[in-house]
């Protein structure tokens, strides 16, 4: 379970990272440094889950009071998208956010354990905050 989200954060973590090595325009290169910076915070999250176990981790999941609350996965800026370099890349990543937030919950729902159930619960928790960071970053260009 936690190997499959280290996985996928560190998947992009390096897609990031990579991105950003390649871009030259200065505006793009900064938010794709901190989209990796991000993920590597998300990665070393869940490090941690892997080696202290997630009894707080679930203990936060039950102290959230907002828990059916769901991720906006509305455009940022839609009519900037093709004019602006930092929105289209704003929205590709919360493509994939969202995405993956789904995967999460769908995991959580198929799971036969309720342990792992309310882990995935708590990683789609975890995508979340990273799409409303996203969401308040980008709306900011």
């Known amino acids: 379970m936690l190997k499959l989200a280290k996985a996928s954060a560190k998947s992009d973590h390096e897609y990031f990272?990579?991105?950003?090595?390649?871009?030259n325009m200065?505006?793009?290169k900064l938010l794709?440094?901190?989209l990796a910076e991000s993920e590597s915070k998300m990665l070393d999250k869940i490090q941690h889950m892997m080696l202290t176990g997630i009894v707080d981790e679930l203990e936060e999941l039950d102290s959230i009071r907002n828990r059916d609350a769901v991720p906006d996965s509305s455009p940022i800026k839609p009519?900037?998208?093709d004019t602006d370099p930092r929105i289209f890349v704003c929205n590709k990543v919360l493509e994939k956010s969202i995405k993956t937030y789904t995967l999460y919950l769908r995991l959580a729902t198929r799971a036969k354990s309720e342990l792992v159930s309310?882990?995935?619960e708590y990683l789609a928790h975890l995508k979340m905050r990273q799409v409303s960071e996203l969401r308040r970053m980008c709306e900011s260009y």
């Open 118 to 120: 309310r882990l995935f």
């Open 17 to 23: 990272q990579s991105l950003a090595a390649e871009v």
């Open 32 to 34: 794709l440094i901190v």
């Open 26 to 28: 200065p505006e793009v």
């Open 79 to 81: 009519e900037r998208i």
